[in-house]
């Protein structure tokens, strides 16, 4: 999973002399997308008046990543921008993105989301074309292929033939190739930006204008929470199977060149990965939250009835879980406490590319409040459980400082699939309730209880019929056929480091 973001005005406004307005709407929106990924962040920008991509790119926070002169030297008046989080390829400098290639016209591109048949593809490109691949990063494998589907199999379109339905071809043969869930944003020089969304709908795209003086300026990011935080206005989401195309002189073009009735936009977008602050697909993720623990706190009360429970307080595991953990407590009628404060400098512990990182980081991104904490039974409130040692250390945290007892909530039915789409657990052997019941996994983390919410519930509360859930039920939406093969090689580049 990554964030995403692309920033386009009329050459006109970029023309007039040397402007870093785009690239520095692409590292604001960036710092607003940062949750989706720490791994590294780039930027790339295009300047109409050298006929160049200029880009920077690093290992590292948005912000340690671009200072201010690294951002001055990158003119245009269109950017794309990503922040990632490494779920295929290493997690070096050199699968970072952007990523350029020299025709046709010279593009760049960025995306989110996992291409399954990454592998197959790569050997394709090999066998067919003799291209010699620079990375392990999918990304470099579709932007050969976006550059081959633009040139139609013909000769170089020239910037006078060169049209939308040069865009649109290109599209359709990109949505009958790359198997798996994405959301991708591209440059083309001289010509302008280009985003196209995975038919399934399966990672998310939004689209928003701002106007001013009459000049209107185009972003397309990850999430909405982007173009509130630059002052854009939200228009709509991008459609499942869609592709767009914004010109040079600020032309709006679109199409849905792929229709699937079958749509399955990714649950654990409102689970655990995109900010409070967004909606995806029309549904605000915070109201979300909000329905996740009014339905938990239906399934507790059931059991502080039945006499299997008695707590005191309802806490959150900060910060993705306070949401829900309110909605419990009003539920229960008992009082909310916090008792464990995040410290906000440390990394988020579940999109860190090593289990040994992210039990580190859980010993140091969580303080106790002790006063909170000792002699309570605690119903502690979390958004999932994924490889469960996490959860462990955490409640072993509250035993240290005196919990009586603590029951588990878990806003998210039990995770015992590998995801091939985007999130980072492409092995079931990673996922403790893949063999393990509930009570057995209470057992293993040292709780009374774990209580989760069902699949029903989930639906009900994200207000989306369809959805992928396959890391839940095992229903991909689509073909998964390399999926051993991509579980085998992410292995090797985590263990590579």
Not at 191 to 218: C, H, S, Y
Not at 309 to 324: G, K
Request: aromatic fraction near 8%; charge should be neutral; glycine fraction near 10%.
């Amino acid at each position: 999973m990554c964030g995403i973001i692309g920033i386009i005005g009329p050459e006109s406004v970029g023309s007039r002399g040397a402007s870093c307005a785009a690239a520095y709407e692409a590292y604001k929106g960036l710092l607003a997308l940062q949750h989706r990924g720490q791994d590294a962040a780039g930027i790339l920008t295009y300047d109409s008046a050298t006929r160049m991509f200029a880009m920077e790119k690093d290992l590292g926070l948005v912000a340690s990543v671009f200072s201010k002169e690294k951002i001055e030297k990158l003119n245009g008046f269109m950017a794309i921008g990503h922040t990632r989080y490494a779920t295929a390829g290493s997690d070096g400098r050199r699968d970072v993105q952007p990523m350029v290639e020299g025709i046709p016209f010279g593009i760049g591109m960025v995306h989110n989301g996992n291409a399954l048949n990454y592998y197959s593809l790569k050997e394709e490109l090999s066998e067919h074309f003799h291209h010699q691949l620079l990375t392990a990063n999918d990304l470099e494998v579709l932007i050969h292929y976006w550059g081959h589907f633009l040139m139609n199999g013909q000769a170089l379109p020239t910037e006078k033939t060169f049209s939308f339905e040069n865009i649109k071809q290109a599209a359709a043969k990109m949505f009958e190739t790359v198997i798996g869930g994405y959301a991708v944003l591209g440059l083309i020089a001289g010509q302008g930006l280009v985003a196209f969304r995975d038919p399934k709908g399966i990672r998310p795209m939004a689209l928003g204008v701002r106007e001013e003086n009459g000049i209107k300026t185009w972003c397309i990011a990850s999430e909405t929470i982007a173009m509130t935080y630059l002052g854009y206005q939200y228009l709509r989401d991008v459609e499942p199977g869609e592709v767009i195309f914004i010109d040079t002189k600020g032309n709006f073009q679109s199409a849905v060149v792929k229709k699937d009735p079958e749509r399955a936009h990714c649950m654990f977008e409102w689970v655990y990965f995109s900010g409070a602050e967004s909606a995806i697909d029309h549904q605000p993720v915070y109201g979300v939250r909000l329905k996740f623990g009014e339905r938990l706190g239906l399934k507790a009360s059931a059991a502080i009835r039945s006499g299997e429970i008695a707590p005191d307080v309802v806490m959150p595991v900060p910060d993705t879980s306070r949401t829900a953990a309110i909605s419990v407590a009003d539920a229960l009628k008992l009082p909310y406490r916090e008792g464990l404060i995040k410290n906000r400098y440390v990394a988020r512990s579940f999109i860190l590319n090593n289990q040994d990182k992210r039990e580190h980081a859980v010993e140091l991104k969580l303080s106790p409040i002790v006063g909170e904490i000792a002699g309570k039974s605690i119903f502690l409130v979390d958004d999932s459980i994924v490889r469960g040692t996490t959860s462990k250390r955490i409640v072993s945290l509250l035993k240290k400082y005196g919990a009586k007892e603590v029951t588990l909530g878990i806003t998210c039915p039990p995770i015992r699939h590998p995801c091939f789409y985007g999130i980072d657990f492409p092995d079931s052997k990673d996922l403790i309730a893949h063999d393990k019941s509930a009570e057995e996994l209470a057992e293993f983390i040292g709780v009374k209880k774990v209580i989760y919410l069902d699949e029903e519930d989930m639906r009900q509360a994200i207000g989306v019929s369809k959805l992928c859930m396959a890391c839940v039920n095992k229903k991909y939406p689509t073909a998964i056929a390399e999926g051993e093969h991509f579980s085998r090689e992410r292995q090797k580049a985590r263990a590579a480091g």
